[in-house]
């Protein structure tokens, strides 16, 4: 960091008041971590680094290589709003080297970097809007429950929606803490909500999914909720998705546009949708982590499961938004909030690359409710489906070399280990359901 940053920081630090620094990065699930240091040691912090023991970090590194170095990106700061005033905190994303001051190759944040740079290379900037859907179910006897804080449904006002005090507090937070807040309303389940940001470049934005998330889940226990971004924590209802709006800029304006191609889509946006359908079964490894989000992955419940886009119909995995001009994007719907954001950015624009480099067309677009399609007629139509669970997608992404490429060695082996313990687990596991189903007859 340049001597002058370095003076600047230190200026806002003292003029804010903080009297503690968090030093934050993720882990390769993309659970936030974070070594607390005292302001007295912000200049060392800035200049040197943090050193921390990576080899208790799922995912990081083996003892023998376990020292890493923290070092805070100073774009990231922030305070934290619901902390005390007489102890204020404030927080920095760090990104991660080990020795020799190189960047760590496990770092999800370096991961996505790397992407940003191959873009840059051929002249793009690739902007993301997320959209995060979550749960507010009550704490019971101090625990998370899966009890509904309310009964309401899509867009329902209080009294039905009793969690718009929560929605408020955490818009309130998240305003003082950088966010631009475009919408804020009560989801389709019950007690499932979800709050728009205005989308950024992508670190930023894979930034502020970590601190989305973060916020939400500590202003909802101030208030005895807990707030779960799983994708499906009940049967027979909704789950939740992290459905990601993606484009691609050049010299300043929307490469996905052009007003003379037909539905205002440029080859760009069609290289680039192409690409991702073609890596879709790869990219759902890191869109959807976890044994878990394979049971929100199922016809029936808004979730796209077949490998198809178009410019109208929400049952597709990539739709385009009627929006043009600068707003011209492509919403790809698979991705759940349990994902690394930084690793499903860096995935979904390594297949878009891709696509622009090799100008893979997509397919006719479907503009018919796929889920009322036939076997037969999907099959007829070349409609494929995404992965049905873990293994399969890790499967997937281990045969395509392009998003395995861009996940990086470190990354893979630590992607392969999870989703092998996962599997194994769950199945060596005896679920409730079996109890319920066999117990009795057997």
């Not at 302001?39 to 943090?50: D, F, N, S, Y």
């Not at 949708?273 to 490894?285: F, M, P, V, W």
Request: net charge negative.
């Amino acid at each position: 960091m340049r001597k002058d940053t370095v003076s600047e920081m230190l200026e806002r630090i003292e003029s804010d008041e903080v009297r503690f620094l968090r030093l934050q990065f993720t882990d390769i699930q993309g659970m936030p971590k974070n070594v607390a240091i005292p302001v007295q040691q912000a200049e060392k912090a800035l200049t040197e680094g943090i050193w921390f023991d990576g080899s208790s970090i799922e995912g990081f590194a083996r003892i023998e290589e376990s020292d890493m170095l923290l070092k805070p990106d100073p774009a990231t700061y922030a305070i934290l709003p619901w902390r005390p005033a007489d102890a204020r905190v404030a927080r920095f994303i760090c990104d991660v080297y080990t020795y020799g001051n190189k960047p760590f190759e496990g770092d999800p944040r370096f991961v996505l970097r790397q992407q940003l740079e191959q873009a840059k290379k051929m002249g793009f900037t690739f902007n993301t809007g997320p959209e995060l859907e979550f749960f507010l179910f009550k704490m019971v006897d101090g625990r998370p429950s899966t009890n509904y804080q309310d009964y309401g449904g899509y867009f329902d006002l209080a009294p039905t929606d009793a969690a718009e005090d929560v929605r408020r507090d955490i818009v309130f937070a998240l305003t003082q803490m950088g966010f631009e807040i475009e919408a804020s309303h009560h989801e389709v389940a019950e007690s499932q909500h979800e709050i728009d940001f205005k989308y950024s470049d992508a670190l930023d934005t894979a930034d502020k999914v970590i601190t989305f998330k973060f916020a939400t889940k500590t202003l909802a226990l101030a208030r005895n909720l807990h707030a779960t971004f799983m994708a499906k924590p009940i049967g027979g209802i909704n789950g939740s998705g992290m459905h990601t709006h993606g484009s691609l800029a050049k010299n300043g304006k929307n490469a996905f546009y052009d007003s003379n191609a037909k539905d205002g889509l440029s080859d760009i946006a069609m290289y680039y949708i192409g690409g991702i359908l073609a890596h879709a079964k790869a990219i759902t490894r890191v869109a959807n982590p976890t044994i878990n989000s394979y049971k929100r992955l199922v016809p029936g419940y808004e979730a796209p499961v077949y490998i198809t886009w178009s410019a109208t119909n929400r049952s597709a995995l990539v739709r385009v938004p009627a929006a043009r001009g600068n707003s011209t994007r492509a919403e790809f719907r698979s991705p759940d909030p349990m994902c690394n954001p930084y690793l499903c950015f860096a995935a979904m624009l390594a297949a878009g690359l891709d696509g622009i480099k090799k100008k893979t067309m997509p397919p006719e677009s479907t503009d018919v409710n796929i889920y009322h399609l036939s076997e037969a007629e999907r099959k007829k139509r070349g409609i494929e489906m995404l992965p049905g669970s873990l293994i399969e997608a890790n499967t997937a992404l281990n045969e395509d070399p392009v998003i395995a490429k861009a996940m990086g060695s470190h990354i893979m082996d630590g992607l392969n280990s999870i989703a092998q313990l996962e599997t194994d687990l769950f199945r060596l596991a005896v679920h409730p359901w079996e109890l319920d189903r066999y117990l009795a007859i057997y």
